[in-house]
């Protein structure tokens, strides 16, 4: 009794992230890769967090095409590195320039596994490799 129920949660496993994965989204890495050399503004091969940042803020006015310092649901379906799309931290369905700092702060704590302040080219993609949307 207990190898069939062994045998039954494998299999429900299994099934379950087969299932997930006819939904999921991995990042296109033709996106993500130039998206680090656009922030990596010193071309050191690595990015600091002054230089996320100044990339988010860059990004965040380009994706507010209405100039209202908020980027809504519409506006976000422009973003095609999908890097703001945790940042609505209040589920308002607006992002805010705080909240987007916010989640660019976090996304760089997450990138850095080194914990040396700064993210390599490798860090950045291995990040957004194993990130998947649904």
Same mark, same amino acid.
């Given at each position: ?10 299999? &429900?496993? $299994?099934?379950?992230?087969?299932? &997930?994965?006819? &939904? ?7 996106? $993500? ?11 050191? @091969? ?48 607006? $992002? ?20 040396? @302040? ?11 490799? @194993?990130? $998947?949307? &649904?």
């Amino acid at each position: 009794m207990l190898r069939l129920s062994r045998r039954a949660a494998l299999f &429900f496993c $299994i099934f379950l992230l087969n299932y &997930f994965n006819l &939904f999921a989204q991995s990042v296109d890495m033709n996106i $993500i890769k130039p998206e680090f050399q656009k922030m990596d503004t010193d071309k050191n @091969g690595f990015v600091t967090p002054g230089e996320m940042q100044a990339y988010q803020a860059k990004k965040f006015q380009e994706l507010d095409k209405n100039k209202n310092k908020t980027i809504d649901s519409e506006e976000l379906k422009a973003d095609k590195t999908r890097m703001f799309q945790k940042a609505d931290a209040d589920k308002d369905g607006k $992002i805010t320039p705080a909240e987007s700092s916010s989640q660019f702060t976090e996304y760089f704590k997450q990138m850095d596994r080194n914990n040396d @302040g700064k993210i390599s080219e490798a860090e950045y993609t291995d990040y957004w490799k @194993g990130y $998947i949307y &649904f």
